[in-house]
């Protein structure tokens, strides 16, 4: 079945680092890769996708790359701030008798200290 | 739009109680899910819905019922609680397609005593 694997947490980071959340995936066929991001006391809320091989998501400065090769899906952003703080989810919507469903990754809780 | 929204925000039951948690949406998406939340475990499917009339088990959907009369609407009850039922719950809606965005639910939290 399907399956997502996120680096193990939590990631502590200073303000203005580099971040990188390591995803890596198992799945039949092609699917669609996620990132989510819950803020604190809220429900989740998507933060990019990519829905092919080699597709690039990005928004609010976090970018991931679909990378069938490697079955990975990285969240990386050049520079947190404070407000970036929250628990980021990697997904996955597979084809097939999946279609639709979400498979998570366990989450991965990120500090931004100023 | 309101979006997804879901009541109650908290609940705390007993051991063999019922209870329905209630979701709605008001976006006309034909996709409704429900997903639990615990520490380490990501977020795990319980039952989904693709249209009025149609559901189906998730991943973990025993102790969960669910029903879907309207397009608008996803319940969710829990018929005899447990305490390994204590998480948090949220329900998702979606446009159809296997790559559409799934809007989530600010969630409920459940405690089983």
């Known amino acids: 079945g399907n399956s997502v694997t996120q680096m193990e947490g939590p990631v502590t980071l200073s303000e203005e680092a580099f971040l990188t959340i390591n995803c890596t995936y198992t799945a039949t066929g092609y699917p669609s890769l996620f990132w989510y991001v819950q803020y604190p006391g809220e429900g989740l809320q998507l933060l990019l996708k990519?829905?092919?091989?080699?597709d690039k998501g990005s928004n609010k400065g976090f970018e991931a790359t679909y990378r069938k090769e490697t079955t990975s899906f990285h969240l990386e952003k050049g520079s947190v701030q404070v407000s970036d703080s929250a628990v980021y989810f990697c997904?996955?919507?597979?084809?097939?008798?999946?279609?639709?469903?979400?498979?998570f990754g366990q989450g991965t809780i990120l500090t931004v200290h100023p | 739009n309101a979006g997804v929204t879901q009541t109650p925000k908290f609940q705390v039951l007993k051991t063999g109680q019922s209870m329905t948690l209630q979701c709605a949406q008001d976006?006309?998406?034909?996709?409704m899910s429900w997903y639990r939340q615990d520490p380490g475990m990501g977020l795990r499917l319980i039952h989904y819905s693709v249209g009025a009339g149609i559901t189906d088990q998730g991943e973990v959907p025993n102790g969960y019922n669910v029903s879907r009369s309207t397009t608008e609407d996803f319940p969710l009850r829990l018929l005899s609680a447990a305490p390994s039922q204590t998480s948090v719950y949220f329900c998702?809606?979606?446009?159809?397609?296997?790559?559409?965005?799934?809007?989530f639910g600010p969630g409920t939290r459940l405690l089983v005593l």
């Open positions: 998702a809606s979606k446009q159809t397609g296997g790559a559409e965005t799934q809007y």
């Open positions: 990519a829905t092919k091989a080699d």
């Open positions: 976006m006309n998406h034909e996709y």
């Open positions: 997904a996955l919507s597979g084809g097939g008798t999946s279609y639709g469903k979400l498979t």
